[in-house]
């Protein structure tokens, strides 16, 4: 989610937070995943990187472009057009500028985002969203109430049928939001820029992001909607429980409905950016 005229505590509008590079700088890591295990964590659950498998790879990640949703406040993506065809030397050559917001599309919200003090987008280490994968279903709560709240209890669910959610999981919600992808009204409740007081749709309850940092030692939590809070907070509670435990966050998650309950290894690699609050993020996942 992006900062907005809400917040209490006076952030700068979004316009502040965008970023203007090349697409030279944002070249994408590819390949074998090494040295994830570093930092503290319990080793009986770390995801299994030594290889991957290509052909249980999926795509959690939305492309960029013109109709990216952003949050209301947020600047959306563009693309500058430097270069696009034969040169004078007779090669094929192509090259663009790019302007967006950190926080739109498929994207991380690091720990300085909500947590004073907290690691930045180029401090969050590797490991933070590397690891089992928790699908939490909540579709059918979600289709009844557009603004509803993933509780301890539908953690509690999750547990008995499929096991105590390990250390070092991303805990991912998934309320059938991508479903909506494209309708900007459909997807957050507004498709008017600007507009903050109208948005409507799912996310998870402080209680529950109390639960999986102090009592499950999640690695990350992440979500099929524009925010890891609901759409009517005011107060941005899970954002600051999350963030002020100096743990990141993925929002706008696609194809979430390819994955299962457990088993699957999330992966994702958000855009380095040096003191960023966040940032663009490919995130994938392999199926076990």
Request: charged share 20%.
């Amino acid at each position: 989610m992006e900062a907005d005229q809400r917040k209490p505590n006076g952030l700068p509008h979004a316009r502040a937070g965008a970023i203007r590079v090349s697409v030279w700088t944002l070249l994408v890591l590819a390949g074998a995943i090494a040295a994830t295990g570093t930092g503290a964590g319990c080793a009986s659950h770390r995801p299994d990187t030594s290889a991957l498998h290509v052909d249980r790879l999926i795509d959690l990640s939305y492309a960029f472009g013109p109709d990216t949703i952003y949050w209301p406040t947020g600047e959306s993506f563009s693309l500058e057009r430097v270069a696009y065809g034969p040169t004078a030397g007779g090669y094929w050559y192509a090259a663009n500028n790019l302007c967006l917001a950190e926080h739109g599309g498929t994207h991380m919200d690091a720990p300085i985002h909500f947590g004073r003090d907290k690691d930045t987008a180029d401090q969050v280490p590797l490991r933070a969203g590397i690891g089992p994968a928790v699908v939490v279903d909540v579709r059918r709560q979600a289709a009844a109430d557009r603004d509803y709240r993933l509780t301890v209890a539908d953690l509690a669910a999750w547990e008995a049928e499929h096991g105590r959610i390990p250390p070092g999981a991303i805990v991912v919600m998934f309320s059938g939001w991508g479903q909506y992808w494209g309708n900007r009204k459909r997807y957050l409740g507004t498709d008017r820029q600007g507009d903050t007081a109208n948005l409507h749709f799912p996310g998870f309850s402080s209680e529950a992001a109390e639960f999986l940092v102090a009592q499950r030692d999640v690695a990350a939590i992440a979500v099929d909607t524009a925010s890891i809070d609901h759409g009517p907070s005011t107060d941005f509670a899970v954002h600051r429980i999350i963030n002020g435990a100096n743990k990141p966050a993925f929002e706008n998650v696609a194809n979430v409905d390819r994955l299962p309950a457990r088993g699957a290894t999330f992966i994702a690699l958000p855009m380095k950016i040096a003191g960023g609050s966040g940032g663009p993020t490919r995130i994938v996942a392999q199926l076990p």
